[in-house]
């Protein structure tokens, strides 16, 4: 049994790195903690704990992971340091000997802290505790919610992946895909809505995949929550473009509560690079799914990720995909650049994709992606939107966003904050990243 006295008067700090699916995590374990009397940190106060949620989807996460520990360690003097997340599920005896860390979460362990936390004495020699489970004994689907600095919540729906495409190390930092039951979930959205909250965001490692534990599909649970009232939309966060099935694009264009708003992962235009990759499509399946959201949402956002410089890419595979991409109807572009992970099977891969060759590919795909997001943005000047109003700036200006993720810029208004209303777009603000309200 574990003594809660010592929870009493204490206070927590929590530092999230990387997905979404990682702050929705993260504001679960708050909740946890604040349920057992733990009181998150003010501003300005030392904190008794530190919970830090860490990424590992690239060497430079693992190194700004690293530097975040450490920097945390010196700003809460005398803080018990838990860390938690993909990095400390792939490398916990790495973490366990930074100075300050005294205690190390795998992913099976991370919603299930309380458990873990039977005394806060910092150690005062050697490493950190570590307490992780081999990837495939990860199985647990915990479910998890939380809510932006904005109006959103983002909805875990599903965790882990079983795809081990050549280059990722998720599988091995989250497990097996599995997911949470729709009348779970469902439950969840209800919440959100007694809350308040009008914008719900889908998240998981690969939501597309959902079902798989439940006996379910994709399209059973988002059309259960487009029955949940007081949500005024979903969006759906990353999804497979083998996953995207017509009849979750049919749903999604006659739907009132989910945006016509796409991202989908490509990751390469050329087939050769794809096949290196072991992504489970080729571009031609991707080229369908684009015409097909096009030709039934003619007015979606199709936001797609690319990885430049993987082992293999020559200059004329990278040129495929630089004419592959340049001929598609999407609006914007996610680029990253390729990073070596420990482990993975693109380490087998010959032609090894220099520094400068990299940041040069990426260059080029982020121009072209400015060139699509400025002619869907232009496209729509004039046209009638609902917009969700957000939040405000130092300069007196709030924003929010189109069903279809255009960026709307208005004189600030606390009327308007958490509020849809239907507008007329205008023309650029001053700095070229939002639309002005024409007319509300």
């Known amino acids: 049994m574990i003594d809660h006295s010592v929870f009493e008067n204490k206070t927590a700090a929590y530092f999230t790195l990387g997905c979404k699916l990682n702050f929705a995590e993260t504001s679960t374990i708050g909740k946890m903690l604040a349920n057992r009397g733990i009181r998150r940190v003010r501003s300005g106060e030392k904190a008794d704990i530190c919970v830090i949620n860490t990424c590992s989807v690239t060497e430079l996460a693992d190194k700004k992971c690293r530097q975040a520990i450490r920097r945390i360690s010196k700003q809460h003097p005398g803080a018990f340091i838990v860390v938690t997340g993909c990095y400390a599920q792939l490398k916990p005896e790495e973490i366990a000997d930074i100075e300050g860390v005294d205690l190390v979460l795998g992913a099976e362990q991370k919603l ?55 280059y990722c190390t998720i599988p091995f930092a989250r497990g097996r895909s599995r997911n949470g ?166 380490l087998k891969i010959d032609h090894i994709v220099d520094s400068k060759t990299k940041q040069k590919r990426s260059q080029l795909l982020l121009d072209l992606s400015e060139q699509k997001l400025n002619s869907f943005y232009t496209a729509h000047i004039g046209k009638t939107v609902k917009v969700l109003f957000e939040h405000t700036r130092k300069d007196q200006q709030m924003h929010g966003f189109s069903e279809n993720y255009i960026k709307v810029e208005i004189p600030y208004d606390s009327n308007l904050n958490n509020v849809v209303r239907q507008i007329r777009l205008g023309n650029w603000n001053e700095d070229h990243t939002a639309l002005k309200v024409d007319q509300i």
């Open 181 to 346: 039951c729709v009348a779970d979930l469902v439950k969840q959205a209800e919440e959100v809505a007694e809350k308040g909250g009008k914008e719900i965001v889908l998240t998981g490692v690969n939501i597309g995949d959902f079902g798989k534990s439940t006996d379910e599909q994709f399209i059973d649970l988002i059309r259960a929550l487009d029955r949940v009232e007081g949500i005024a939309r979903y969006r759906i966060s990353s999804i497979e473009p083998n996953l995207i099935t017509d009849e979750v694009i049919d749903f999604v264009s006659t739907s009132q509560k989910f945006a016509p708003h796409f991202h989908i992962p490509l990751q390469s235009g050329s087939d050769a690079v794809l096949r290196l990759m072991k992504r489970r499509y080729d571009t031609e399946l991707f080229r369908y799914k684009i015409e097909k959201i096009k030709q039934t949402i003619p007015h979606a956002f199709i936001g797609i990720d690319v990885i430049v410089g993987t082992r293999g890419e020559t200059d004329e595979l990278f040129d495929e995909t630089y004419a592959f991409i340049q001929s598609l109807d999407i609006s914007q572009l996610h680029v990253f650049s390729y990073s070596e992970r420990a482990g993975t099977q693109a």
């Open 112 to 166: 299930d802290i309380l458990h873990y936390l039977d005394n806060l004495e910092k150690r005062e020699i050697g490493k950190g505790a570590v307490i992780t489970s081999v990837s495939k004994e990860i199985k647990a689907f915990a479910p998890s919610c939380s809510a932006d600095d904005r109006t959103r919540h983002f909805l875990k729906v599903q965790d882990g992946c079983d795809y081990y495409c050549s």
